[in-house]
């Protein structure tokens, strides 16, 4: 299937990848609204929430609980949004969730290499 987040899932396409297991990858959005604006996918291909079964929902969710406390451990960001998009409003026909910090103080953006390093390490 020609879909860019499955080729992701399977390290077709590189990407700066935060966290991974059997049934998610976190990665790093190529085009960031803020310092640490991560994705977080399912390996398997599914379109909206709604075409996800529980077990995933869930294990989907429990990790995007994991994922914001690391970035607000390594970030101390001043708030998160989280977003996902269905629909016309979805660009990639992949389902994810995006975490994306808010900091009241503006910052520049740092390199993805830069912010995958202070997730990781
Ligand atoms: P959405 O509108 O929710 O489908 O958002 C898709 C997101 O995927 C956008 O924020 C893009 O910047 C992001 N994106 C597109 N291509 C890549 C890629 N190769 N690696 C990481 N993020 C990507
Ligand atoms: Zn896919």
Redesign the pocket.
């Known amino acids: 299937m020609d879909c860019?987040?499955c080729k992701?899932a399977e390290q077709e396409?590189p990407?700066?990848t935060i966290f991974e297991d059997e049934v998610v990858k976190c990665?790093?959005?190529?085009?960031?609204?803020s310092n640490g604006?991560l994705?977080i996918i399912p390996k398997k291909h599914f379109v909206e929430l709604d075409d996800i079964d529980e077990n995933t929902v869930l294990h989907i969710f429990q990790i995007s609980q994991q994922m914001k406390k690391l970035l607000a451990t390594k970030l101390n960001y001043d708030g998160l949004k989280i977003?996902?998009?269905n629909g016309v409003?979805?660009?990639?026909?992949h389902f994810?969730i995006?975490l994306i910090p808010y900091y009241k103080e503006e910052k520049p953006l740092q390199s993805l290499p830069e912010i995958a390093e202070i997730l990781t390490k």
């Open positions: 860019l987040f992701i396409i990407a700066h990665f790093l959005d190529i085009n960031p609204d604006h994705l977003v996902q998009n409003l979805q660009e990639v026909k994810h995006h």
